[in-house]
């Protein structure tokens, strides 16, 4: 494992417990793509630097632990700027990341099929251009010498092009794929198509091993699915396609939505949507509305969607002490039945509690996906509504075909 050090900044719009949360997922981060975070350095700053983001004092102290401590790397939890990156790099000699290059590297390394790496190699390329004049460093000494001058600016200069040709073939590469898939797609029949969405490590591949009986790949770790895998399942007597999908993240990378907006064509084009959350995680109402703003700008936010709270098995709510006055009873204190009586009841029907590891509850998600799916279905269809039964008798129907 690599030894790394982390780095947050406290600041008008981001609190000491917000922080806290996403220096969290930032050191879950660096365990994924093979890191081992030996400390956190947390800054309050009003103004980031424009030249390194944090101040000159911070630097230091920074500088002195990683000299002593023999760290390789150091990651920010901030974007930084290419010239914050080469700053940075200078002062401190080792290698320097932001959360949108850890998360372009983990997706580097998930990326099994020929189709996510050329999606990964476009949102490499992207982020890479803008950096290529601090990679030249090894050129700064040669600037005012006779006739040294000007190749290093053209060696920059080539490099760009290079760089620019290569996005453009990737585009290219990515639009003939996108046409194959969308003619498989559309070579799927007039089947119903459902999918998984969430944030990241929520449990939406071992639901679908749940419930599908296959073999999707499934690890407690970022980022663990990055294609999206398609299987039949049929639920009650009412057969369905299924989609796992790509999880999302706060901050998620611009370049990763762009040119992962093809790979959620499975989600743009479903005619229904499973999110799952994990309702174990502290954060999980921030999660919703990160998964949100993403269906939001890939236009998928208002279709039809069902609401999965996973993980019930490993939810713990804190322990509420009557006798300490200064402590409100609040929704750390919740149990589950609790939860269900507040915002979530207003969601109606389309509300289920589930373990997908324990199969708590699966047979309820079973007969809320079918009513749903139903639905869909003998709208698009109605002159096959004698084939499949109302919910009423979802549960017969669900033994026979067990």
């Known amino acids: 494992m690599e030894k790394t050090v982390i780095v947050g900044l406290i600041h008008r719009n981001q609190n000491q417990k917000k922080l806290s949360e996403y220096l969290d997922e930032l050191e879950f981060l660096s365990f994924t793509a093979g890191g081992v975070v ?28 990683i ?25 401190l000699n080792i290698k320097v990341l932001d959360r949108t290059n850890l998360i372009l590297d983990i997706f580097a390394n998930r990326a099994k099929t ?33 006739g040294m001058r000007g190749p290093g600016e053209t060696e920059i200069e080539t490099d760009r092009r290079i760089v620019r040709d290569k996005i453009s073939l990737l585009k290219s590469k990515i639009k003939t794929i996108d046409k194959q898939m969308s003619v498989q797609r559309g070579n799927r029949g007039k089947l119903i198509r459902v999918a998984l969405v969430g944030y990241t490590n929520v449990g939406k591949s071992t639901l679908m091993n749940t419930i599908s009986k296959s073999e999707v790949f499934a690890e407690d ?15 009650g007597n009412l057969p369905f396609l299924l989609g796992d999908t790509v999880g999302f993240i706060r901050k998620l990378p611009t370049q990763l939505i762009e040119s992962f907006k093809s790979t959620l064509d499975e989600v743009r084009e479903a005619d229904l949507l499973l999110h799952v959350i994990d309702i174990s995680h502290a954060n999980y109402k921030e999660h919703i509305e990160s998964v949100n703003n993403t269906l939001k700008e890939i236009d998928a936010l208002d279709k039809p969607s069902i609401m999965v709270f996973n993980k019930i098995d490993a939810y713990e709510r804190e322990k509420y002490d009557e006798t300490d006055l200064l402590n409100d009873y609040g929704e750390s204190n919740f149990t589950i039945d609790e939860w269900k009586e507040t915002w979530m009841s207003k969601m109606g029907e389309n509300v289920v509690f589930i373990s997908a590891t324990k199969k708590e509850n699966i047979n309820d998600f079973k007969k809320i996906v079918y009513r749903e799916v139903r639905k869909i279905h003998i709208k698009r269809y109605p002159y096959n509504n004698f084939l499949y039964p109302d919910v009423d008798n979802f549960d017969l129907y669900e033994k026979k075909s067990n």
């Open 38 to 65: 030996e400390k956190r350095f947390t800054q309050r700053i009003e103004n980031p630097n424009p030249a390194t983001l944090i101040g000159k004092g911070k630097m230091n102290e920074i500088l002195t632990y």
């Open 67 to 91: 000299k002593v401590n023999k760290i390789k790397t150091i990651i920010f939890d901030d974007e930084l700027s290419p010239a914050q990156e080469k700053n940075i790099s200078k002062i």
């Open 114 to 146: 020929s189709y996510a790496r050329t999606q990964v190699e476009l949102a490499q390329c992207q982020y890479l251009l803008p950096r290529l004049k601090g990679m030249w460093t090894h050129l700064e000494r040669q600037k005012g010498g006779i």
């Open 221 to 235: 770790k970022l980022f663990a699915t990055l294609d999206t895998t398609t299987r039949k399942v049929v639920i």
